[in-house]
């Protein structure tokens, strides 16, 4: 098995942590958003996964007070099906328990019942729905939330 090594993300991770991004989603984030994320925002925290010398994955986080709100979370195509997901959102869910975070939630795309399992693995529980959330196609975003 590969030796993985989870830390912060730096500003030298955002062009790496961006082909993540464009590789995962419709409408992803620009490589400026993930530095403000880095450079402006306080409450945002940021982890990557790297393999050698290799980023193959990341989360992103606002804590504030003592609930986490996941801004995104993704893996390299190729490394997927490695529980990489679920480690990233447990040592997410590790770190802002011991920030004083009580709970945490997220939006996942109602279509997307693979990331919905990992979430409901972890302890997430189905919330609300936003409708039209994601503007690329107007579907809906499904709301879950976890006591940490």
């Known amino acids: 098995m590969a030796d993985y090594l989870f830390r912060e993300m730096t500003i030298g991770d955002i062009d790496n942590v961006h082909i993540i991004e464009t590789l995962s989603f419709s409408t992803p984030w620009s490589k400026d958003a993930f530095y403000n994320e880095l450079t402006q925002n306080k409450f945002a925290k940021y982890i990557v996964i790297e393999n050698g010398e290799q980023l193959v994955g990341y989360i992103g986080a606002w804590i504030v007070i003592d609930e ?12 997927r099906g490695q529980k990489l997901g679920e480690q990233l959102l ?7 328990k011991r920030l004083g975070a009580k709970s945490m939630t997220l939006e996942v795309r109602v279509s997307n019942t693979v990331a919905q399992n990992l979430y409901k693995k972890l302890g997430f529980q189905n919330g609300a729905i936003r409708k039209n959330y994601y503007t690329d196609n107007q579907e809906d975003a499904l709301v879950m939330w976890v006591n940490i």
């Open 90 to 96: 447990g040592t997410m869910m590790e770190q802002s």
């Open 68 to 79: 986490v709100h996941i801004t995104n979370i993704a893996i390299l195509p190729e490394f």
